[in-house]
């Protein structure tokens, strides 16, 4: 599963990437969020889920910019590391 193919990659549910194009207009400069983009979110999520959606988007957005413009990088604990959950504990699997 790769994020930049997110678009025509199996593994991702049309909410899925109705999200991710969504965090991807909200990344750009000037932010790019079209009015079909939002008709796709409102018929997915609730106005809630939007707006805690939108936050969760934007705290990333500000975290990466604000470590970007400081030179702030890895640390390198977790390189090349993960610990995914296991597909049983994982939602709607």
């Known amino acids: 599963m790769a994020l930049d193919r997110y678009e025509n990659d ?3 549910a049309e909410r899925e990437r109705i999200c991710l194009r969504y965090a991807d ?3 750009q400069t000037p932010v790019n969020v079209s009015e ?5 979110l409102k018929s997915e999520f609730s106005e809630t889920q939007i707006i805690e959606l939108t936050s969760v988007i934007a705290w990333e957005n ?3 910019r ?3 413009a ?3 990088t ?3 604990f977790s390189e090349g590391a993960f610990c995914p959950l296991p597909l049983s504990l994982l939602p709607n699997r």
Do not use: I, P
């Not at 079909?36 to 796709?40: E, G, I, K, N, V």
């Open 66 to 68: 604000f470590n970007h």
């Open 74 to 76: 890895s640390d390198g």
């Open 10 to 12: 199996t593994a991702f």
């Open 36 to 40: 079909t983009l939002f008709a796709d």
């Open 70 to 72: 400081l030179g702030v």
């Open 62 to 64: 500000y975290r990466a």
């Open 25 to 27: 207009g909200m990344a």
